[in-house]
């Protein structure tokens, strides 16, 4: 099963969406596979964000996302990452369509409410960068019954 790293902005978390992003994924069919509230630091921002380290806009960006806590996530599901940034929508929120989450809930560039990893590859590096083996849920079902049991039960 392909899994993501999706995060809800500090903006977000501050302006009470968690559980209306929550739930847009969750109506979709994916599956959620670990969460928490993190304040992020500086230094995990920088390798979050290490792509961007050259723009102008990098020095802001670490200032939004380590301004307030964050909502780290990880979601599974069928074709994961193309289906969740259809989900969040266009990053400039002004281009965004209506019905995804930054052309509901977002205004501008730079505080966008949501991150959605790029490709399986960063999802799996940003997922590195913040959480723990052990901190992922273990499913006896995956979101897509068609898959099959994930994993053997132990009770
Ligand atoms: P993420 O899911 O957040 O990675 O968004 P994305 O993949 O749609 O966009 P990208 O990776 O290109 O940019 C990462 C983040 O940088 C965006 O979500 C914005 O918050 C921010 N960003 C991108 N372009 C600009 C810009 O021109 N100005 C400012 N202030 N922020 C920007
Ligand atoms: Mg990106």
Redesign the pocket.
Known sequence: MERTF??I?PDGVQRGLIGKVIQRFEEKGLQLVAAKLVQITMAQAAAH?E??RD???FG??LE??TSGPSFAMIWAGEEIIQVT?AI?G???PVEAAPGTI?GDYAL?????V?????CLESAEKEIANFFTHEELACFLYPADPKEGMTTTPSF
């Open positions: 999706l995060m902005k964000y792509e961007h723009k102008p806009f802001e960006l939004y996302i940034r969040n266009k990053t400039n930054r501008r560039k730079g505080v966008n949501i991150h959605g990893s790029d």
